[in-house]
Nanobody
Framework: QVQLVESGGGLVQAGGSLRLSCAAS????????MAWYRQAPGKQREWVAT???????NYADSVTGRFTISRDNAENTLYLQMNSLKSEDTAVYYC????????????WGQGTQVTVSS
């Protein structure tokens, strides 16, 4: 069973930066897709960014140009660099990993809180 553990959240002023990390208990090179999601209070969980095994990246419109997703296979870690943070970025951020093969497996981390003060 793969475990994903997020870290790096915290309180930051608007315009500031944070880098989130997601450490996997096993090798992430086997994950077909890894992603970040977030959930703000009273709202549904929403997709933030995706990176594929081949390194292709996609971002939600709300974070394009401000956030960067990356993965370090040697460190078995997924990252989310967040710059120019806004109050509307306040949420719990979750790491997600999917393996697509003969069967589909999906894993979630426990989340890390990001709070942006205006």
């Amino acid at each position: 069973q793969v475990q994903l553990v997020e870290s790096g959240g915290g309180l930051v002023q608007a315009g500031g930066s944070l880098r989130l990390s997601c450490a996997a208990s096993g090798s992430i090179s086997s994950f077909t897709v890894m992603a970040w999601y977030r959930q703000a209070p009273g709202k549904q969980r929403e997709w933030v960014a995706t990176i594929t095994k081949a390194g292709y990246r996609n971002y939600a419109d709300s974070v394009t140009g401000r956030f960067t997703i990356s993965r370090d296979n040697a460190e078995n870690t997924l990252y989310l660099q967040m710059n120019s943070l806004k109050s509307e970025d306040t949420a719990v951020y979750y790491c997600n990993a999917v393996v697509v093969g003969a069967r589909r497996y999906e894993y979630w981390g426990q989340g890390t809180q990001v709070t942006v003060s205006s």
